[in-house]
């Protein structure tokens, strides 16, 4: 089955654990061409709204709509209702990198691309290119620094083409060069008809690059609106720190 789309909608979208309410009544749109900047203080709710958007978890309540109502994840059917059509479209890059250490980088983009049913040929190659790691191909990821090991994980969700990307914190331990490598990397993407989700800490770096600004504060949604100038000071006055 082939699945594709070029929005996603949250539809009045709950997520509670237990008396906790991780996320509240959040409604809000990304459509092709998207690089939304999720912003809020740590336990906001970024990344369990990313979890809902990825699939990966179901929301209490409310609706989850990918493109037409027939890719729809609610509350009765559950994340998994969505099948592994619609997953094939989502590329992922969580806190937790989801690189085998024991591994070299060019095993792990292997890997990872037989997951998806491509032919590594030259797919790895090309991401290891893109990663700036063409000459570390064949080393064991456990030696890598975190940024390297960033570098790799973020080709690593880009391997199959995702109509929507998922970031949570993509610009961890990446040094200034590698950050405007992976800026202008999303920038084409998003030209390419991509939708971008980030969940970021780094006000500097997501005023140049966002398109659209989502701040969540306890839970709820307390902005969306287009990027603009200032953004730094828009985010303190709206939750009230830096």
């Given at each position: ?53 990825a699939a990966l978890i179901a929301p209490t309540a409310g609706q989850i ?33 989801h690189l085998y250490p024991e591994l070299s980088a060019r095993q792990n ?134």
């Open positions: 089955m082939t699945l594709d789309f070029d929005r996603v909608r949250l539809i009045d979208v709950s997520r509670h654990y237990g008396r906790r309410r991780a996320l509240s009544h959040v409604s809000f749109e990304a459509r092709a061409g998207d690089v939304i900047g999720l912003l809020g203080p740590n336990g906001a709710g970024k990344s369990t709204l990313i979890g809902l958007v709509l990918y493109g037409e109502d027939s890719t729809r994840t609610g509350a009765q059917a559950g994340a998994r209702a969505a099948g592994a059509a619609l997953r094939s479209r989502i590329g992922l890059l969580a806190h937790e990198l983009l292997t890997f990872f691309a037989t997951l998806y049913g491509l032919d590594p040929h030259p797919l790895v190659d090309t991401a290891l290119a893109n990663a700036n790691l063409t000459d570390r191909a064949d080393d064991e990821v456990a030696g890598f620094s975190r940024g390297m090991r960033q570098r790799l994980a973020l080709e690593r969700a880009l391997l199959h083409r995702p109509r929507l990307i998922l970031m949570d914190e993509p610009f961890t331990g990446l040094d200034d060069r590698a950050v405007t490598v992976v800026c202008e990397r999303l920038r084409r993407l998003a030209a390419e008809g991509a939708i971008v989700v980030m969940a970021t800490h780094d006000l500097d770096v997501a005023e140049g690059l966002v398109t659209r600004v989502a701040v969540v504060r306890g839970g709820r949604l307390l902005a969306d609106d287009p990027a603009s100038s200032g953004l730094r000071g828009r985010y303190r006055t709206m939750v009230g720190s830096t």
